[in-house]
């Protein structure tokens, strides 16, 4: 058994922050992070965009922001959790650049704002177009100086440990997380990680569609684990489809096309060059995400065509290649000239706005086990996230687990006798294709019938797969010594069924969720 007295399940901007602050805090204790794969693969490394803080209180407002999130949210955002995030934002983003963290800059010395869709003033801080890495080596560098952080990469968190593990907690009524079962990938080994506060900051769950702006660590493990737990999951159907990936025939991550390009002034066209979003919404392309995108997935239902294209052939060359020099280089080596060819783009799944429930700081239904970030539902996002609001949740959030926390782990903390993982029984695959196979067709399952437009035919048929890929799935977990891909592929099907069973319960459409009648 391994102990430690934090425990924080992800190396994205939520949990990173998190660890930073309860390491200085306590500089005695000692806290692990846990990554399944290199310690700044994450999606936050991905996020190109950039944050959203009120800076300007000429043009610009607290309510301004308030009702943008609130409108992109349909309704369903919690307005006393809006308004505490916009308004302690500036507090947390002077915190950011005390550690080192950059913006872009106008020649006057004052931040560069960019706007995106939903957005109704300029108030997006950004770092070119690589905000998210700019932010997650920041916090790397400074988490390194912490000698009571542990960052253990290559170590894949396979569950939680609560009551119904722990025989002295059988039957109680409260729900209580002692830390997680540990796969080291290096030895093979799952150990057994005791901890008095454990952090899920897991991130997203792209990777159950074919076509995602996620990297090939979101496979939602944080918010299965936590169901598996019986943490509270909730709107699990509102899963938002970022306009403009970069259309690319292969499967797996696709290369995002910032929402600040549009907010530059670049156009949507089909394939016969016409502009389409102004018979959408009058804010035509910055409209916000869930229109823009079921919008191209109307064009291209109606053209039969693959992809719609983004027009910046008519945006100013030096400001538009300073702003975005990492998206110009990817077309570069695709061979698109922006000057002369639009860029083919297409809907491809980003971000997912339920998630755990949480309160306001950061508190799950089982005690001792905290969620942040984009595994998270805390009542932001509602039906749809704002633009540039993700980056900001997680850093609001890492702050309130942590004022939280380090005020629950000083409460004496009762001991308890935690099992170690049995194997007994279980044997090495002898086949990895069964478990690639069935991703693949899990994959193919959400992005056919569980997309942008849905029904419940689709709905229905997409359930009764799954059930299946579930059947086969528990069998081989049961005979079978764990794998990363293993886990990841019961963590696949888990999130698969989440996101199918809370769209058939959804009987009206909000936000990012379309079902047709």
């Avoid at 970030?373 to 890492?398: D, K, M, Q, V």
Wanted: aromatic share 8%; charged share 25%; proline share 3%.
């Amino acid at each position: 058994m391994i102990k430690h007295d934090f425990l924080i399940i992800g190396s994205g901007l939520a949990g990173l922050t998190y660890a930073l602050k309860v390491a200085r805090h306590f500089p005695k204790k000692q806290i692990a992070v846990v990554t399944k794969a290199a310690a700044n693969e994450s999606n936050t490394k991905y996020a190109q965009g950039g944050m959203a803080v009120v800076m300007d209180n000429v043009t610009d407002s607290y309510d301004q922001h308030i009702q943008d999130t609130i409108i992109a949210g349909d309704g369903l955002c919690d307005p006393e959790i809006v308004e505490m995030v916009v308004k302690e934002a500036p507090e947390r983003l002077n915190e950011l650049l005390s550690w080192g963290a950059e913006f872009d800059k106008t020649k006057s010395g004052s931040f560069d704002l960019g706007r995106e869709g939903g957005h109704s003033q300029n108030r997006i801080l950004h770092h070119k177009d690589i905000t998210g890495y700019e932010l997650e080596e920041t916090l790397l560098s400074q988490v390194a100086e912490c000698k009571n952080i542990s960052l253990l990469s290559h170590h894949f968190a396979v569950d939680l440990i609560t009551n119904h593990h722990v025989q002295a907690w059988k039957g109680r009524e409260s729900n209580r997380c002692f830390g997680a079962y540990v796969l080291d990938e290096k030895t093979g080994k799952i150990e057994t990680y005791r901890s008095h506060i454990t952090l899920l900051a897991s991130g997203g769950i792209g990777q159950v569609y074919q076509n995602t702006t996620n990297p090939k660590v979101a496979t939602g493990d944080g918010v299965a684990m936590a169901y598996r737990a019986k943490a509270r999951i909730q709107h699990m159907e509102f899963v938002q489809f970022h306009p403009t990936a970069l259309y690319d025939t292969r499967p797996g991550q696709t290369f995002l096309i910032s929402e600040a390009v549009r907010g530059f002034g670049a156009v949507l066209r089909n394939r016969r060059g016409q502009l389409f979003m102004e018979n959408y919404d009058e804010r035509k392309e910055l409209a916000s995400r869930d229109i823009v995108s079921r919008a191209i997935d109307s064009e291209l239902k109606k053209s039969g065509d693959d992809y719609v294209y983004l027009d910046c052939r008519h945006l100013e060359p030096k400001a538009f290649e300073s702003h975005f020099p990492n998206i110009l280089q990817k077309c570069k080596e695709l061979g698109i000239d922006w000057r002369k060819d639009m860029i083919p783009v297409v809907p491809a799944a980003h971000y997912l706005c339920g998630g755990v429930v949480t309160n306001a700081f950061g508190q799950t239904q089982i005690a001792n086990l905290y969620a942040c970030g984009e595994c998270a539902y805390t009542g932001l996002h509602g039906a749809n996230r704002l633009a540039s609001n993700s980056l900001l949740e997680a850093l609001i959030f890492a702050h309130r687990c942590y004022e939280k926390s380090v005020t629950e782990i000083e409460i004496e903390a009762e001991e308890v006798e935690v099992p170690e993982w049995s194997e007994k029984g279980t044997t090495n695959p002898k086949e990895l294709i069964l478990i690639t196979h069935n991703k693949k067709e899990v994959q193919a399952i959400m992005s056919n019938y569980v997309g942008i437009v849905r029904s419940d035919i689709r709905l229905n048929r997409a359930s009764n797969r799954l059930k299946v890929l579930y059947e086969e799935t528990e069998d081989l977990y049961r005979k079978t010594k764990i794998s990363p891909q293993l886990a990841e592929l019961r963590n696949l099907i888990t999130i698969a069924y989440l996101i199918v069973k809370q769209s058939q319960e959804r009987t009206e459409n909000r936000g990012g969720f379309y079902k047709e009648a």
